[in-house]
């Protein structure tokens, strides 16, 4: 089984809607993070979260917000969707007891806003 | 602040041929460095990483980096491209007490027969 999750895969929604994205870890990791990427623009930061009681705004929080709902789940919302939202989500994880900012990527979430 | 800039959009060579990936950073202190690659329709696998000691590292699937300090770059080579080395590679930069990893815009490699 793959150590980061990302459910659904693939989303198409409409203008306005209310989405979540979820994310699930098998590796234990304390950190985890949701990045999108844009064609051109790589990945931006969204949100991360260094424990469940500890979670911050990325580059690009607005319009998102997160919810840590246990150490290996860690869900991403679009409370309101629009198409600028369209975009390849991440969720990401990362051991800080390596020393290094290793991390360490689900395999994405497609999401179209129409 | 730290960036990252993958000079070259797109990229085509000739399966066979040798391969070489532009990454150049800015960061502040002593940077760790990453090569991701994203197939299609794939997440994020770890090509290889820097974090010390020898400049030269060696990854997966026959791909190696190598650390300029000097030059701030930390660019990506394979000596021979197979077809399905085809995808989109991205040089990220973080360090110990970062929170984050920044990643560049990165690169599509096209292969060809």
């Known amino acids: 089984d793959a150590d980061v999750t990302q459910t659904p895969r693939n989303r198409i929604t409409k203008t306005g809607k209310r989405i979540m994205l979820e994310c699930s870890q098998t590796?234990?990791?304390?950190?985890m993070y949701w990045y999108r990427q844009d064609p051109g623009l790589g990945l931006r930061l969204i949100y991360y979260?260094?424990?469940?009681?500890?979670?911050n705004k990325g580059e690009i929080s607005d319009g998102y917000s997160v919810s840590r709902q246990a150490q290996a789940k860690f869900s991403l919302s679009l409370e309101s969707a629009i198409p600028n939202q369209t975009a390849l989500y991440f969720c990401a994880t990362r051991d800080p007891g390596t020393g290094a900012n290793e991390q360490f990527f689900g395999p994405g979430t497609r999401l179209t806003v129409l | 602040a730290q960036s990252v800039t993958q000079p070259d959009i797109h990229i085509t060579v000739s399966e066979g041929a040798s391969l070489e990936l532009r990454c150049n950073y800015s960061y502040g202190a002593t940077p760790y460095l990453f090569w991701y690659v994203q197939s299609p329709g794939q997440g994020l696998q770890l090509l290889l990483k820097y974090f010390s000691g020898d400049t030269l590292v060696q990854g997966i699937k026959g791909f190696e980096a190598e650390f300029k300090r000097s030059q701030s770059s930390f660019n990506l080579r394979k000596p021979s491209v197979h077809w399905s080395d085809a995808a989109e590679y991205f040089c990220?930069?973080?360090?110990?007490?970062?929170?984050?990893?920044?990643f560049g815009a990165g690169t599509t490699v096209t292969v060809r027969a």
């Open positions: 979260s260094f424990d469940v009681k500890d979670i």
């Open positions: 590796k234990g990791h304390d950190r």
């Open positions: 990220a930069v973080g360090g110990s007490n970062d929170y984050k990893l920044s």
